[in-house]
């Protein structure tokens, strides 16, 4: 009998291959039913096993089974690990890198990646140490395994003796210690990263024999900063992407509108918040509020703002001060559900499927509205305000991911209010304009919107453990 490791260590994971009909999770159930020559091991963090394994008990078939892997790395490291991580991490010295050193996230706040006066000695790292082959292939992998994976998937390893392991989180230190044990082990490993942004921030310590890529830019990434060799990668685009394509969850313009209370016909600018991230956002929303009133722009445009969601409860403290002066504007609506099942996805997605233009600062968002061809404005300014470089909105600009994305030419990236005035006029007169450019950064960041992503890595799951 073959058996399969599948882990899920990470709520982005359930997200991108679990929860809508059609994902990978359930194209692979399909795959297997009636077959009783292989099995799935689900594993789980034990802390996940109320999120998770009911789900999949329900939804997969009679071949699999669950194991809860006790890691007790998770939350609490040693003064050993902390420096072995230091030291591996900047392994790569990335623009992404620099701004997470040096500048941090939130105005306010200390740099998230560490350290100012750091900043050198990383950068050190990553052009001495970060350059040696034998240090990324030989001498990082086995610290980190004797460091954080020696033991703790020692049992189900032996219990079940996998011929595969597929690792979706390989930016999480559960899913590098499993795959730290398959490679001493000698067995087939598979990955992926679950967000666009994880190869362009830190150095991964293991690498996994073959490499699912959502984007030719994850592709690039891969190669360029984490070690590993084209022959390895298969690109399979987004598969979370393909619940955008999915009929089940799609509507008309006509049912959006309707749902909001909207004229029949009317235009409408989706605003994604950056929160925290960008303090001077109601500057920006003032502004294209008076516009719509003074009749520079359609005065029956609506504004749909979109607070950020999933942030700490300071975010949201400030999201709700930030927004307050809006509320009851006529011209306002607000999308503040929280995304935690099948139908209010669908309702954010929708919103965008049919937005007239969607603004965001430096969003995963872009790439989503980018899957509908709906044209993309970033505000690459704080407002009224002439912050400094480390705390202003422009920082993001930094990150490599985003470079790629910019480059393109598919978002319109905007510096001022005349330019965001100039944007905004242009496209409500005319959505066409800069299709051909989304079309590149389609092909650049997402690979294909066929909607056969999820099949791709069901497909590629098939194929590395023997079963096709």
Known sequence: MKTIFFSLSFEYVYKNLFFFSGSAFFRLGEALKGRDDVQIVFLLPASYEESFRPFIEEKFGAN????????????????????????????????????????????????????????????????????????????????????????????????????????????GQFDQALVAEANKRKILTLGMISNWDHFDKYYIPVQTDKLLAQSEQIKDFAMRYQNYRAEQIFLTGYPQFDFLGNADYAVSREEVLDKYDFAPGAKYIYYISGSAYCPDEPDVIEKILRWIKEGKLDPGVKLVIRPYIGGRGADQNFDMKKYNSFRSNPSVVFFEETLDNGQKMADYFNLMRHADIVIAVYSTALIEAGVFDRPLVITNFDGYKKRPFFRSVRRFGLREHFKKIIETGGVRKTENFEELFEALSGYLKNPNLDEEKREVLRKEACFQTDNLASKRVVDAIMKYAGLN
């Open 64 to 171: 699999r089974k669950i194991e809860l892997i006790h890691y007790p790395y998770a939350k609490k490291r040693s003064f050993f690990q902390k420096l072995f991580y230091f030291f591996y991490a900047h392994f790569i010295f990335t623009g992404t890198t620099f701004m997470l050193t040096t500048m941090g996230m939130r105005p306010g706040e200390p740099p998230g990646g560490g350290r100012i006066y750091l900043m050198p000695l990383k950068f050190l790292i990553a052009n001495t140490f970060g350059r040696l082959k034998f240090m990324r292939d030989k001498i990082i992998p086995e610290i980190f395994y004797r460091s954080y994976s020696k033991g703790i998937f020692e049992d189900a390893f032996e219990k079940y003796k996998p011929d595969l392991v597929f690792a979706p989180h390989l930016f």
